[in-house]
T-cell receptor, first 115, second 114 residues
Framework: DTAVSQTPKYLVTQMGNDKSIKCEQN?????MYWYKQDSKKFLKIMFS???????INETVPNRFSPKSPDKAHLNLHINSLELGDSAVYFC??????????????FGEGSRLTVL | SQQGEEDPQALSIQEGENATMNCSYK?????LQWYRQNSGRGLVHLIL?????REKHSGRLRVTLDTSKKSSSLLITASRAADTASYFC??????????????FGQGTILTVHP
């Protein structure tokens, strides 16, 4: 069973379109995240949710809107896609606490290409 | 801003040799973690070392942490071709709330030749 699964794995779309990426974890974790990995492999946190509540929003453009319907799911919707949005987006989960972060479990990534 | 910086950016060795990767960071941390990423895949957690620990082992992995120098190293002993991957350090920064805000370095690309 896949612990953190995200779909789709590949997404190719035109500038200006809107797209969504879905993520689900079956580990019973309270905290979920979206990370963005650019072409130089630099990995940067975008959002984190704890028990459906937004905890971290790292000055991401408001074209990006995360939604957590329950603590096992965290989706990412992107409006008006731009060329610079092309990247691999990783979902992750952990049993992070208020002060300490433990191990993160990552999905396999969703490679978004904006043409 | 980027917290962890890794050195070297790329490392190429022969099977059986040891591989050492270094990570430097800037702020106080709760813990430091190392992850591996195979090409086209997600990151996989390797080891976590807390700020009050100096060394930790897991199988062929040995991690050291020097908080006075704000640096860590990952040693892979007796490397195998299957160890070929990118390796990232990530810091859990101290102060304020955390909730999983790991800050990743840019990684070291390790190639192990059979």
């Amino acid at each position: 069973d896949t612990a953190v699964s995200q779909t789709p794995k590949y997404l190719v779309t035109q500038m200006g379109n809107d797209k969504s990426i879905k993520c689900e974890q079956n580990l019973g974790h309270d905290t979920m995240y979206w990370y963005k990995q650019d072409s130089k492999k630099f990995l940067k946190i975008m959002f984190s949710y704890n028990n459906k509540e937004l905890i971290i929003n790292e000055t991401v453009p408001n074209r990006f809107s995360p939604k957590s319907p329950d603590k096992a799911h965290l989706n990412l919707h992107i409006n008006s896609l731009e060329l610079g949005d092309s990247a691999v987006y990783f979902c992750a989960s952990s049993q992070a606490g208020l002060v300490n972060t433990g191990e993160l479990f990552f999905g396999e990534g969703s490679r978004l290409t904006v043409l | 801003s980027q917290q962890g910086e890794e050195d070297p950016q790329a490392l190429s060795i022969q099977e059986g040799e040891n591989a050492t990767m270094n990570c430097s960071y800037k702020t106080s941390i709760n813990n430091l973690q190392w992850y591996r990423q195979n090409s086209g895949r997600g990151l996989v957690h390797l080891i976590l070392i807390r700020s009050n620990e100096r060394e930790k082992h897991s199988g062929r992995l040995r991690v050291t942490l020097d908080t006075s120098k704000k640096s860590s190293s990952l040693l892979i002993t007796a490397s195998r071709a299957a160890d070929t991957a990118s390796y990232f350090c990530a810091t859990d920064d101290a102060g304020g709330t955390s909730y999983g805000k790991l800050t990743f370095g840019q990684g070291t690309i390790l190639t192990v030749h059979p």
